[in-house]
């Protein structure tokens, strides 16, 4: 049996750039100390920081996007995410976490993608691989118990954010 894996490959950070940090306009679950307020803080987070996460925000449905500022597919599901993120900002916490990445490329990714959710850095992938996945990018859909709904290991469509926002929210 041949199991084939897509995922993406670091090649170069590029040029860093700086900016001013930004508010986080997407909800914050207000006792969830381990979500950041500032969509570019990048605080670390690990396998076992992941867990403690997922119990903070238990009540409210979230997603979590794993990316790198060098992952193609991960530039093109990130406009479809933070517009998602707009669109339901009242009911859905949007949490996005950086991996196997620096900050300066990554702050500016998000600046250029105007991302309006707080996001973590796992420099090590842990994080990642706590979830059963290898590569990038990679989005898992929890209900308001903390279930797992979907996870999608690769690019998300439109569709399939659609359909999985909708299960989240049922």
Partial sequence: MAVALASCVRDDAGPATTHATRRAAAIVVADAASVPR????????????????????????LVVNFWASWCEPCEREMPLLAAAARAHRDEIQFLGIDILD????????????????????????????????????????????????????????????????????A
């Fill in 102 to 169: 620096t900050p300066e490329p990554a702050r500016a990714f998000l600046e250029r993608f105007d991302v309006p959710y707080p996001n973590l850095f796992d420099a090590m992938g842990g994080a990642r691989d706590a979830v059963g996945s290898l590569g990038q990018p990679v989005t898992v859909f929890y209900d308001a118990d903390g279930d797992v709904v979907a996870k999608v290991d690769g690019e998300l469509s439109a569709d399939e954010l659609a359909t999985h926002l909708d299960a989240i929210t």
């Fill in 38 to 61: 500032d969509v570019d803080a990048l605080e670390p987070i690990d396998a076992g920081g992941y867990e403690d996460l997922l119990a903070d925000v238990r009540g409210t449905p």
